[in-house]
Structures are given as C-alpha cells and as structure tokens.
C-alpha cells in the first residue's frame, strides 16, 4: 500500500487562498538583511503561502540526515488517518527490522520480540531517534522496508521535491540518500499540516507503555527550542527536527508561530563551538532561532485590500431611491512585506466599466453584480486586477423608466417625422372638416331661401 500525502490546501482560508493565488510573490523591501548565517545552507519560508524570506545554497544538496524521520512519521501518521493502520495496535520488533543497525545507529534498544503500541513506536523513532523503531514502523506500515523507502520517495515527489532520495528510514548516513534546503521546507511543511505529527513533533517529554520486555522509557526530544528551561528556548516554536552527523554536521528544521505568521526555518551544515568551560554552543539551534525571530520582526502579512472596503462608487441610472452604487473588492489582497513599508506606497487605480465604455448603467442593480476592477501598483509591480461588485441591489423606478422611455422616442428623428406627418394629416382632416361645414351651411342657405320664396310666392298667387 503506498500512502502519499498531497499537498494541502491550507484553508485560512479560502480568502487567503484567493489572495496568494493572484499575488504569490515578495516585494523586496528595505528591510535589514540577515547575515552571517553559522551554516552551509538555510532556508527561511512563511509556512501557507511558501515565500521564501531568506535563502543560502537552498538547492545545494547536503545529506539528508534525520529528515527520513520526518518522512517516516509523516507517512505512518498518513496511514493512521486513512484508517489503514490503527496507532493503538501492538506491534512486535522483528529480527528483520534490525538489519542495518550498527554501532553508529542511535536506539531506544527495542529487542526482537518485544511489543508496544504503534504510537509508542512513532514517538521512539521521532523523539527517541531510534532507527529500529523507523524500520519497524516502515514494515508495519508497507510490509518491508524497502516497499516504504519506495513510499518515501515517491512521498517526496508528490509533494514537489525535485532533488531529495531517500534510501534509508531513520537518516543514518548514505552517500545516495541526500536533499535540500528547500526540498526540507517543503517536506516540513507538509509534515506539520497533520495534527497527530505536530503533536508528536512538539512534545518535549513522553514516557511510552511498559511492555513485555521492559519497563516505560521515558525520551528527551532533543529539539531544545522547546525546553522552556534551556538556554535555547524560543518561545515561538512549535516543532522541530534536530540532526547531527560527521558528513552532515550539526542541522534544525523547526517550525515557529505567532499572531501574524508561520515560519519554518532549515539550517543545515552547522556546527559547535566547545568554550573553556566545557559549556558548548549548538550553532544549529541559534542559528535557527536567530533566523526565526529574524523573520518574525522584520515581516508581516499586510491587508491592503479587504472585500468589506467600499473603494468606488458608479453612477446608475433610474434607480429607485439612488443614483449610484458602492463598489467593493471580490477578494482580499494581502501581501507579506517588510513592516517599515508605508500604505501610502500603494496605488489604486480604479476602472468602472460603463464608465470606460460610455454606456450608462441602468437600474436594476444586483447585489455582487460585477461592474468593475482595481489595481493596486507600488514600485512598478502590479497586483490585479481585482473585480469590484455591487454592494447593494437597487431596484428599477418605473415612473422614470417609462417616462425616459417615451422622451427618448419623442426625441427621436424619425418620431419627429411621424409627429410632422400626423400633424399635417391632422391639420388637413381639419381643413377638410371646416370646408365640408362651410359647404354644408351654404347648401343649407340656399335650401332655406328657396322655400321661403315658394312660401312668398304661393301666399301672392291670386287665389282662383
């Protein structure tokens, strides 16, 4: 069974994943760079939207160490979620599981035969740094060792590494089993958007089951960071992976938050200075913490646009108790800049498209209807376009509707033609009219005078 974990969609949602789609990039700002890094390669990268804030040889490649141990857990927490395993099952250490574990390897001396919990196995080849416990997990897990190395490379794929081989489960050194900085980051990443592995990841201290062959083990995870009695505590931390051998030296991925972001540092190559005093100075673990709060102060996610902002108004034309429109971004527009930026750096240019078009807009309006777009330009880089929606629905007036409708055919050529013609048909039915009475009063007349003369003339006749 292979367990390949995609890359999620880090929700934040759906609003910043709108906002880093369309603008996925870090303007270079004057903030105060980072120097004089302690290590052969770094990484500095905010966590949902992947940009990289600092970067040193990040595609070199370098071993890859205890990062196997990430991969491991990582798939064995993925095959807990998919209901494939079960973390509460027994597992018994095998012969088999043994086979590369020699004087160089770290152990928790988990003997053949013994059983324990698979959660208690995770925690001893995470915290415990036990490679028995990684290559019993990978045969729980795929069957054998080698089908789960297969898995983890193709793990590594899948989420977007592109030079990163694994050939082991638990990081002891092989000149074929190498990766980067950035493919680190991006493994880490992954890893920390499963609960169950920052759970197991951020513990500091964890007693596992007594079993049949011994007594509980109580491990140290050796990520410092999160020792809150430890000259190495950052309060930001959250997670971490700490790896140390001759061909890789001293390394430390680790996983930080505050209020405002998520950072993921990756310091490999590092090493320690040894003082007089016998005290020692874990550069993989400074580094790594100057690196983090580096970035913490010197950045922060900005909102420059939000889709509750009213930017613009359009005019509207017959609308039912106004003449105009609030206009208001689809997505937000949040970028991740340097804190000494000023808003006023920031340029909006607003186009409303019946007004670039010349054609009015006519009521009715529907709230979210789109009626135009924003861009946003500082220092020449564009963000956008943005569409901007109605606000608000507004209705039709009917009267003024109607009444526009019959001013706009009135005013027409052609109706003015037709009015003209209307008129002098009008004008002349009406001469007709007043022709025809005059006619008729005339005829009238005549009739009249004529029988009063026959009247007249049989009243004169001499009667017989």
Known sequence: MVYIVKMKKIAACSILIASLLLFPTLHAAAVTPFSNLEATCAVLAEVDSGIELFGKNADKRHPADALARAVTLLLAVSACENDEVDMSEIVEMTE???????????????????????LDLMYCAFIGSANEACNLVAEFIAGSVSRFVTQMNEQARAIGCENTRFTNTHGQYSETQYTTAHDQFLIYREAISHPLFLEISGTYRYTTAETNMSEPRKLTNPNSLLNSTSKYYYRHCVSGLTSETYEGGYSFVAYAESEDLKLISVVLGSD?????????????????????????????????????????????????????????????????????????????????????????????????????EITITRSGEKYGPILLLANTSIDLHRFQYIKAQILEVLSSKMSRTILAILFILF?????????YNVLRRRRLRRIAEKKRKLIEESRNKPRD
């Not at 160089?104 to 919990?117: A, D, F, L, V, Y």
């Not at 005290?279 to 100057?290: D, K, V």
């Not at 950045?299 to 609030?326: C, E, M, Q, Y």
């Not at 004008?427 to 022709?435: N, P």
Request: proline fraction near 5%.
């Open 427 to 435: 004008a002349g039915y009406i001469a007709l009219v007043i022709r």
């Open 272 to 372: 320690v200075i040894m003082f007089e005093d016998q005290s020692a100075l874990m550069r993989n673990l400074s580094e790594s913490s100057r690196l983090l709060e580096w970035g913490f102060t010197s950045f922060r996610w900005r909102t420059i646009l939000s889709v509750g902002d009213l930017v613009a108004k359009a005019p509207v034309v017959h609308g039912d108790g106004s003449d105009s429109v609030n206009l208001h971004p689809e997505t937000p527009l949040k970028l991740l800049l340097d804190n000494d930026i000023p808003d006023d750096e920031f340029v909006r240019s607003i186009t409303i498209y019946s007004e670039k078009s010349g054609e009015p807009l006519y009521a009715p309006i529907e709230s979210g209807e789109v009626l135009g």
């Open 96 to 118: 088999s599981a043994m086979f590369d574990i020699g004087s160089r390897s770290t152990t928790q001396h988990i003997s053949p035969g013994e059983e324990m919990t698979l």
